[in-house]
């Protein structure tokens, strides 16, 4: 791609489509081995899985307000409640009356979410190894420098 843009474009500098092009196609790659992993946990969407683990990670008692979890998951509330429907539905996590907020709810996994989370988030570091595994210990931690010093370049504050 870059060396046809360079042909047909010789008076534009391309040379940044060497990273974004790649970055663009190697997340598109884990992606979709992410949702094979979501897939085989009996999960239908990748992001669902991304809430489990959220909840899994931040510690007992596994609880998180949803607004908190549209923000980590970087999506909209109505987007977090679909979601939020899907795996309470398969009894994964359950919503419970805010305590102090009564227009709210607070989401708790259930210990079948939490065995869930387990498992897929095992899987997921299985997959991502098996994805990095070209890459050495100094390469993997330049990489991961570098896209850290680009993702604050692009407002990333996280």
Do not use: C, N, Y
């Amino acid at each position: 791609m870059v060396g046809s843009w360079r042909a047909s474009r010789p008076d534009l500098d391309v040379t940044p489509l060497l990273v974004t092009g790649r970055i663009l196609r190697a997340a598109r790659l884990i992606q979709k081995r992410l949702d094979e992993v979501a897939s085989r946990h009996g999960l239908s969407h990748k992001g669902d899985l991304d809430v489990l683990t959220h909840l899994r990670r931040i510690g007992p008692p596994h609880q998180a307000d949803p607004s908190g979890l549209a923000r980590s998951g970087l999506i909209t509330t109505a987007g977090m409640t679909a979601r939020l429907d899907r795996l309470e539905a398969a009894g994964l996590l359950a919503r419970s009356p805010h305590p102090v907020d009564r227009r709210s709810v607070i989401i708790t996994a259930t210990p079948l979410g939490l065995t869930v989370a387990d498992a897929a988030f095992a899987d997921i570091l299985e997959v991502q190894g098996a994805l990095t595994q070209a890459l050495d210990a100094r390469a993997s931690a330049q990489v991961a420098a570098a896209l850290r010093r680009l993702l604050i370049e692009l407002g990333d504050t996280d």
